[in-house]
């Protein structure tokens, strides 16, 4: 069965710092997608990345980019320049084939002023 | 123009209550999916449902019975609540193993408190 660790339950960082959220996850699939989700306060869920597992090349979106390695089954997740708006909750989640997205269990984010 | 709407976004019950959760979704999507996160905000996938059929079952009790009247809508229902079905579920829509949009759109959320 496949898992989802991310193994910081809370992280700080000084507004306009770097930041990286570790996510490791296990499968035996080659094909899979995997996904940055950032849940502030309002409790929306709200995707923040995506990556294909068969592409080489790591996802930036913005000031969010992903260090991908397949072969530790690694995926995380560096903000740049931080900022008072992304404290929030981060998951990381793992699309299988079969269509079932299972997530880590999250990382609370703290931006100090 | 809402893309996974689910309601009542607050529901409290008391104990033993019978009650459901609707959940809608406009963006053409064919796999659905509930999932439920609890005090400690781990996301856990209950149900998911592709073109209205059950794929995935998690262990969860039988008196959660989720129902997909078409591939747009997937209610759940749940019966003789417990204090412990306190938590947010949410509802999420994608497409099925397609080249873009593989990620999960989720609803707002549902808060469910039993008391």
């Known amino acids: 069965a496949q898992t989802v660790t991310q193994s910081q339950p809370e992280m700080s960082v000084q507004e306009a710092e770097t930041v990286t959220l570790s996510c490791t996850y296990d499968t035996s699939e080659s094909d899979y997608y995997l996904f940055w989700y950032k849940q502030p306060p309002s409790r929306q869920m709200i995707l923040v990345i995506r990556q294909e597992a068969y592409k080489q090349q790591n996802a930036t979106e913005n000031r969010f980019s992903v260090n991908f390695q397949k072969a530790a089954k690694s995926f995380s997740l560096k903000i740049s320049d931080s900022q008072l708006g992304d404290a929030a909750m981060y998951f990381c989640a793992y699309r299988s084939a079969s269509d079932k997205i299972i997530f880590g269990k999250g990382t609370r984010l703290h931006i100090l002023p | 123009d809402t893309a996974v709407s689910q309601t009542p976004k607050y529901l409290v019950t008391q104990m033993g209550n019978d009650k459901s959760i609707k959940c809608e979704q406009n963006l053409g999507h064919d796999t659905m999916y509930w999932y439920k996160q609890d005090s400690k905000k781990f996301l856990k996938i209950m149900f998911s449902?592709?073109?209205?059929?059950?794929?995935i079952n998690e262990t969860v009790p039988n008196r959660f019975s989720p129902k997909s009247p078409d591939k747009a809508h997937l209610n759940l229902h749940i019966n003789s609540l417990e204090l412990g079905d306190s938590a947010v579920y949410f509802c999420?829509?994608?497409?099925?193993?397609?080249?873009?949009?593989?990620?999960?759109?989720f609803g707002q959320g549902t808060r469910l408190t039993v008391v």
């Open positions: 449902y592709n073109n209205k059929e059950l794929i």
């Open positions: 999420a829509s994608s497409h099925n193993s397609a080249p873009s949009d593989t990620e999960a759109f």
